[in-house]
């Protein structure tokens, strides 16, 4: 089957080439925009990958001077004070010598949401239950977090929410009054049904209150805030936002919406800002609040440790006049996140990042205008393209590509670098290159052209071998197969559907790639073709589209791989994944199937039919790898016992089916014969009828460490040889009947 763009006509003339060639290049410019709107969400997530490039090779300017501190909970501080959390009554000491610095704001990027069971008063009851008396001085405040409430009181202070759709303390109203210029926001934000909240007493102290949560992120990479949020009906200020208003002594905030009075837009209504004082913050339409990163390289981060133990004189400098957010950098207190400039720091620092940019005005723009004028730029620079092409020299053709091409990239570059402007420079790049590479080979007209269209349209799908193969001989690209013997391989996890349904799409995708990639890496190392993924199934075969000596065997220690990569992921995870993986052996159709429109290579046949059975059958048996005996046949040198005689679903002749436990190593095992010999007498005993014995011999096995693999396989003879001894069967085969795939 030819190639429709190498299936071309000899042309009548040069005039009429190039014409043709012109409006080919529209078809193409066409597609790539309609490509570009269709996939649009996904071209997203790779414009922040480039935004993000554009950060790290040029953060924001740096300020001298910031506005902001950082009183850092760090790995030092846990060593002088003691592990997390530490007593509420050291927390208001630290609010109180910060407040005694003239700090403008005192803002704590964590949540307190449970009484402190450090406190004197619950220690006096345990000590009085047991009859020891402790005299306490009259008027002593004996609850931690009444002192640290006091504290709050006395201070400008911000305490954190998290706001999430997961149960917690109800959360109290925002302090911040709020106004909205437009329609109200809770008729257009996203909402999320409450959070977690402090104690009442230390809410009810506060001056402020603010959401630090972060927004997901498919990348789990920190690159917006939200500058307001709903939650349980309310709208509640970000925490930097809040942080700044407590710190100017403003009375609310005023978030502005798109059809305020003023404003100029279409469509859905959308946040536009946030004033905040005398602070404007821009946001995008969510509410989110784009960071332009520096690394705050000046601003003064204070040990928590030196703030309790030094009288302060030599910080209150640093101090006085700021907002003070109160974190941690410390590992094991889980606030580590990932930022476009760096893989792990701080989360406290990006909220430090949004208000030295509110404090500065320096913020990241993208303008209403700049989808058109990004459409308005890739349409340009095609048109200069297919001018180039229509020349017909394919070297012009290239420079011009490249010449193009760093021209976008360098427009997008120099919006970012002159006027902090965002421009995403993928939409031309798709026009350039969708045009390019469908053109040029019209231009070139050379040699081989099925093989560099099979290798480039293939690639991505069949196994490098079959490409190669099919690269040499472009007739093979067609219906049809031929009948070989092959081994195949199906797999899946035990209870997927349960684990599905406990998780969200995102986990649920990160669980999956996470849980594919090893047992990709699995069975490529040992020469498998992959056929298909059916979520979290894998179906692949050896010995096709090229001859693989000693296959089955190949087959079974790519089983036992799986099986050791499943084990390893369940040491990094809190609940374990169990697999299935059937094994056969025979002939089968293997080649491109499909349609004359599309098709792929792949194999069908009773052979795979039967694999997929025994796959199902692991379950059942309580087994992870389950072969057959033609696999078995050929792998003699590998651990097996025998499981049962089966008459699988769809098939007339039964099946011996035999339990894969370990590779010849293990097989050599003197613990593994032991039980290989005890369980086949078993076996022999349960097929000669002789059903007392066997349960005898059954009972025998016990629960050895080798016997454990089959632990779910021997209680279930148990069963079956109670129920045998209690209703003899009759015409006795020793074969099960499969009543399900």
Not at 285 to 309: C, E
Not at 340 to 346: G, H, I, K, L, S
Not at 350 to 365: M, S
Not at 404 to 427: E, F, N, Q, T
Request: glycine share 8%; aromatic share 6%.
């Amino acid at each position: 089957m030819r190639s429709p763009v190498l299936a071309t006509r000899p042309h009548s003339g040069e005039h009429p080439r190039r014409f043709r060639l012109l409006l080919a290049g529209v078809a193409m410019l066409l597609l790539a925009l309609t490509l570009d709107i269709t996939f649009r969400d996904g071209f997203s997530r790779l414009a922040d990958l480039v935004f993000d490039a554009f950060q790290r090779a040029a953060p924001r300017a740096a300020t001298a001077d910031p506005g902001v501190v950082v009183v850092d909970i760090d790995e030092a501080s846990l060593q002088h004070i003691g592990q997390w959390p530490w007593p509420r009554d050291r927390i208001g000491q630290a609010v109180d010598v910060l407040g005694g610095m003239g700090a403008a704001a005192i803002v704590f990027d964590m949540v307190f949401t449970e009484p402190d069971r450090t406190s004197l008063g619950p220690q006096l009851q345990r000590l009085r239950a047991k009859g020891i008396e402790v005299q306490v001085p009259a008027g002593a405040v004996l609850d931690n977090d009444a002192l640290f409430a006091a504290a709050i009181a006395r201070n400008p202070v911000v305490m954190g929410v998290a706001l999430s759709d997961e149960g917690g303390r109800t959360l109290l109203p925002p302090v911040a009054g709020l106004s909205f210029a437009g329609s109200d926001p809770r008729d257009y934000l996203e909402a999320t049904r409450g959070g977690l909240s402090n104690l009442p007493a230390l809410t009810d102290a506060a001056s402020g209150i603010g959401s630090f949560s972060f927004p997901p992120a498919r990348d789990n990479i920190i690159r917006t805030l939200p500058l307001a949020a709903v939650a349980a009906g309310q709208v509640y200020p970000g925490l930097g936002v809040e942080a700044l208003r407590v710190a100017q002594g403003a009375s609310g905030l005023t978030l502005r919406s798109s059809d305020a009075s003023g404003e100029v837009g279409a469509g859905p209504v959308a946040m536009t800002s946030v004033r905040v004082g005398v602070l404007e913050l821009p946001v995008m339409a969510d509410g989110r609040f784009r960071v332009h990163f520096s690394g705050m390289p000046h601003m003064t981060v204070i040990p928590a440790w030196q703030l309790l133990q030094d009288d302060g004189a030599a910080l209150a400098d640093k101090v006085e006049g700021r907002i003070v957010l109160i974190g941690t950098s410390a590992i094991g207190l889980r606030d580590i996140v990932a930022t476009p400039r760096v893989a792990a720091e701080p989360g406290v620092n990006v909220h430090a990042e949004l208000i030295d940019q509110a404090l500065n005005q320096q913020f990241l723009q993208r303008p209403d205008w700049a989808r058109g004028a990004e459409v308005l730029a890739a349409v340009v620079a095609t048109l200069l393209l297919l001018a180039v092409l229509r020349l017909g020299r394919p070297v012009l053709s290239s420079l011009a590509l490249l010449v193009l091409v760093g021209g976008v990239l360098g427009g997008a570059w120099w919006a970012y670098r002159s006027h902090a402007m965002l421009l995403d420079p993928l939409p031309g790049l798709l026009c350039l290159l969708v045009v390019f590479l469908t053109m040029m080979p019209a231009l070139l007209f050379l040699g081989n052209r099925e093989k560099r269209f099979v290798r480039t349209a293939f690639a991505r799908y069949l196994s490098p071998a079959l490409v190669e193969r099919l690269s040499q001989d472009a007739q093979a690209l067609q219906l049809g197969g031929q009948t070989r013997q092959i081994t195949v391989l199906f797999s899946d996890i035990r209870g997927f559907t349960t684990l599905s349904e406990q998780l969200s799409p995102d986990a649920l995708t990160a669980l999956l790639n996470h849980y594919l990639t090893p047992m990709t890496d699995v069975l490529l190392a040992h020469e498998a073709t992959i056929d298909k993924y059916i979520g979290d199934a894998i179906m692949a075969f050896w010995n096709a589209p090229v001859d693989i000596a000693d296959h089955p065997r190949k087959a079974c220690l790519a089983a036992l791989g799986m099986a050791d990569a499943v084990a390893a992921l369940n040491r990094t995870r809190a609940s374990a994944l169990r697999i299935g993986v059937g094994l056969h052996c025979g002939d089968a159709c293997v080649g491109n199937l499909g349609s004359q429109q599309r098709f792929s290579y792949s194999a069908i046949g009773d052979t795979v039919n039967l694999a997929s059975r025994v796959e199902g059958l692991t379950k059942f048996y309580g087994v992870t790898v389950l072969v057959t005996e033609a696999v078995r046949a050929q792998a003699a040198d590998l651990a097996f016992v025998e499981v049962d005689r089966v008459r699988v679903v769809g098939r007339g002749e039964p099946v011996v089916l035999h339990a894969l436990l370990g590779d010849a190593r293990h097989a050599a095992d003197a613990a593994f014969l032991a039980l290989a010999r005890h369980h086949a007498a078993m076996l022999a005993s349960y097929r000669q009828g002789d059903f007392q014995q066997a349960r005898v011999l059954l009972q025998a096995l016990g629960d050895t460490p080798a016997a454990r693999p089959l632990q779910a396989l021997h209680a279930l003879y148990a069963q079956r040889l109670e129920h045998l001894l209690d209703q003899p069967p009759e015409g006795w085969d020793g074969i099960f009947t499969a009543t399900s795939k």
